[in-house]
């Protein structure tokens, strides 16, 4: 399989706990892309790279998120001090061409 | 008001029925336009993209998007079931950041 993958595919959590996922992105895409997806909402984006550089963070992306991408190769997303408004599916996209970006299956975050 | 409007649906056809979904946005920046499907508890894929205003044709896809009117349409001729999905629109005025609408829930009964 060629495509994004993302891990681990689902993640249950209690408040106040951090959690890590990790996002493989298509082996020569050089930007990567997070996004976040509520029920019944379209992706709503995080954050950007290219290669190893962090280029673009949303407002969205409190102090509790952080995002790395070392070597520019996979991607990391980070959320301390989990609250359950943070329930939602993160979504990772990459791409090589400007606009086409291709997302993965998603991690599938519930905050109990 | 939202950047990109799309109508939630949800949307019923018999199969072989053409589906028609459409998007309007407020961002006159806006200049590439996608469509992409979205399966349950799945991650969106890409459809297709388009940069201009006009038609494009892909199978049994046509994008279609009119700059003047900010109005952005997706036709699907010979629906199958497999159609079944939710159907998001997506623009971008630069190279990274997409903006969504919100989805229509599209279903395809055989």
């Known amino acids: 399989d060629t495509g994004v993958s993302q891990n681990p595919r689902h993640k249950i959590t209690k408040r106040g706990q951090n959690v890590t996922f990790r996002c493989d992105p298509i082996s020569e895409h050089n930007r990567l892309y997070w996004y976040r997806q509520t029920l019944g909402q379209g992706p709503e984006f995080l954050t950007y790279?290219?290669?190893?550089?962090?280029?673009?963070k949303s407002r969205l992306l409190s102090d509790r998120f952080s995002a790395e991408r070392p070597k520019g190769s996979f991607s990391t997303l980070e959320i301390q001090r989990t609250e359950q408004g943070d329930s939602a599916m993160y979504l990772c996209?990459?791409?090589?061409?400007?606009?086409?970006?291709?997302f993965g299956p998603g991690t599938r975050l519930t905050v109990t | 008001q939202k950047e990109v409007e799309q109508d939630p649906g949800p949307l019923s056809v018999p199969e072989g029925a053409i589906v028609s979904l459409n998007c309007t946005y407020s961002n006159s920046a806006f200049q590439y336009f996608m469509w992409y499907r979205q399966y349950s508890r799945k991650g969106p894929e890409l459809l297709m993209y388009t940069y201009s205003s006009g038609n494009k044709e892909d199978g049994r896809f046509t994008a279609q998007v009119d700059k003047s009117s900010k109005y952005i349409s997706l036709f699907i001729r010979d629906s199958q079931p497999s159609d079944s999905a939710t159907y998001l629109c997506?623009?971008?005025?630069?190279?990274?950041?997409?903006?969504f609408g919100a989805g229509t829930t599209v279903t395809v009964r055989a």
């Open positions: 790279f290219q290669n190893e550089a962090q280029l673009e």
């Open positions: 996209a990459s791409s090589l061409a400007l606009y086409e970006q291709y």
């Open positions: 997506a623009m971008s005025s630069n190279d990274y950041k997409l903006s």
